[in-house]
Protein backbone atom coordinates (compact mmCIF):
# COMPACT_ATOMS: atom_id res chain seq x y z
CA UNK A 1 0.00 0.00 0.00
CA UNK A 2 1.44 3.43 -1.24
CA UNK A 3 1.72 5.79 2.02
CA UNK A 4 2.63 9.13 1.52
CA UNK A 5 3.10 10.85 5.00
CA UNK A 6 3.09 14.85 5.18
CA UNK A 7 4.90 17.24 7.86
CA UNK A 8 6.20 20.68 8.54
CA UNK A 9 2.88 22.35 9.29
CA UNK A 10 1.55 24.53 12.34
CA UNK A 11 0.73 27.65 13.56
CA UNK A 12 2.19 31.01 11.93
CA UNK A 13 1.90 34.30 12.21
CA UNK A 14 0.87 36.55 9.12
CA UNK A 15 4.37 37.17 6.73
CA UNK A 16 5.77 34.28 8.30
CA UNK A 17 7.15 31.36 6.68
CA UNK A 18 6.64 27.58 7.00
CA UNK A 19 8.11 24.16 5.22
CA UNK A 20 6.12 21.28 4.42
CA UNK A 21 7.91 18.01 3.58
CA UNK A 22 6.24 14.67 2.21
CA UNK A 23 7.97 11.05 1.95
CA UNK A 24 7.68 7.92 1.30
CA UNK A 25 9.26 4.11 1.33
CA UNK A 26 6.53 2.89 -0.76
CA UNK A 27 6.30 4.45 -3.93
CA UNK A 28 8.72 4.55 -6.89
CA UNK A 29 9.25 8.27 -6.21
CA UNK A 30 10.99 9.21 -9.17
CA UNK A 31 8.60 8.02 -11.59
CA UNK A 32 5.66 10.26 -9.97
CA UNK A 33 4.69 13.96 -10.69
CA UNK A 34 4.59 15.56 -6.63
CA UNK A 35 1.45 17.90 -6.01
CA UNK A 36 0.63 19.80 -2.98
CA UNK A 37 -2.83 20.59 -2.54
CA UNK A 38 -4.65 22.62 0.22
CA UNK A 39 -8.22 21.97 1.44
CA UNK A 40 -9.92 24.74 3.85
CA UNK A 41 -12.98 23.83 6.16
CA UNK A 42 -16.14 24.39 3.36
CA UNK A 43 -13.98 24.63 0.29
CA UNK A 44 -13.26 21.88 -2.33
CA UNK A 45 -9.55 20.80 -2.46
CA UNK A 46 -7.35 23.36 -4.18
CA UNK A 47 -4.19 23.07 -6.43
CA UNK A 48 -1.07 24.72 -4.81
CA UNK A 49 2.17 23.42 -6.56
CA UNK A 50 3.61 20.34 -8.74
CA UNK A 51 6.89 19.72 -9.43
CA UNK A 52 7.49 16.23 -12.18
CA UNK A 53 9.44 13.39 -11.95
CA UNK A 54 12.38 15.48 -13.04
CA UNK A 55 12.01 18.75 -11.51
CA UNK A 56 11.57 19.79 -14.88
CA UNK A 57 8.13 20.96 -14.84
CA UNK A 58 7.17 23.02 -12.15
CA UNK A 59 3.20 24.70 -11.71
CA UNK A 60 1.95 26.83 -9.16
CA UNK A 61 -1.63 28.23 -8.69
CA UNK A 62 -1.92 32.02 -9.10
CA UNK A 63 -2.88 32.19 -5.45
CA UNK A 64 0.74 31.20 -4.32
CA UNK A 65 3.05 32.49 -7.30
CA UNK A 66 6.00 33.87 -5.68
CA UNK A 67 5.52 33.48 -2.29
CA UNK A 68 5.50 29.46 -1.96
CA UNK A 69 8.27 27.28 -3.42
CA UNK A 70 8.81 23.56 -4.51
CA UNK A 71 11.64 21.25 -4.65
CA UNK A 72 12.02 17.56 -4.66
CA UNK A 73 15.11 14.81 -3.97
CA UNK A 74 14.61 11.82 -5.97
CA UNK A 75 17.51 10.60 -3.91
CA UNK A 76 15.85 10.42 -0.47
CA UNK A 77 12.20 10.52 -1.69
CA UNK A 78 10.99 13.53 -0.71
CA UNK A 79 9.43 16.39 -1.75
CA UNK A 80 9.24 20.22 -0.01
CA UNK A 81 6.64 23.12 -0.13
CA UNK A 82 8.46 26.12 1.29
CA UNK A 83 6.01 28.55 2.28
CA UNK A 84 7.13 32.41 2.51
CA UNK A 85 4.82 35.72 2.81
CA UNK A 86 2.08 33.44 4.35
CA UNK A 87 -1.64 34.81 4.93
CA UNK A 88 -4.79 34.36 6.72
CA UNK A 89 -6.31 33.09 3.49
CA UNK A 90 -3.18 30.17 3.28
CA UNK A 91 -4.89 28.36 6.57
CA UNK A 92 -6.11 25.04 5.20
CA UNK A 93 -4.99 21.14 5.58
CA UNK A 94 -1.99 20.77 3.30
CA UNK A 95 -2.07 17.41 1.49
CA UNK A 96 0.85 15.77 -0.89
CA UNK A 97 -0.17 13.64 -3.51
CA UNK A 98 1.59 11.38 -6.32
CA UNK A 99 0.18 11.39 -9.89
CA UNK A 100 1.50 9.94 -13.23
CA UNK A 101 0.80 12.26 -15.36
CA UNK A 102 3.89 14.89 -15.90
CA UNK A 103 1.47 18.35 -15.67
CA UNK A 104 -0.57 17.58 -13.10
CA UNK A 105 -2.95 20.24 -11.66
CA UNK A 106 -5.93 18.65 -10.36
CA UNK A 107 -6.90 16.32 -7.71
CA UNK A 108 -8.21 13.78 -10.11
CA UNK A 109 -5.10 13.26 -12.01
CA UNK A 110 -3.58 12.01 -8.45
CA UNK A 111 -3.59 8.60 -7.39
CA UNK A 112 -1.73 8.80 -4.34
CA UNK A 113 -2.81 10.78 -1.29
CA UNK A 114 -1.49 11.39 1.79
CA UNK A 115 -3.08 12.37 5.15
CA UNK A 116 -2.43 15.93 5.28
CA UNK A 117 -1.23 18.47 7.94
CA UNK A 118 -2.80 21.63 8.99
CA UNK A 119 -1.18 24.59 8.09
CA UNK A 120 -3.03 27.60 10.43
CA UNK A 121 -1.59 31.33 9.96
CA UNK A 122 -2.79 34.00 12.22
CA UNK A 123 -3.53 37.71 11.07
Known amino acids: QVQLVESGGGLVQAGGSLRLSCTTS????????MGWFRQAPGKEREFVAAISWTGGNIRFSDSVKGRFTISRDNAKNTVDLQMNSLKPEDTAVYYCAASAVMIATTPGMYGYWGRGTQVTVSS
Open 26 to 33: TLTFSSYT
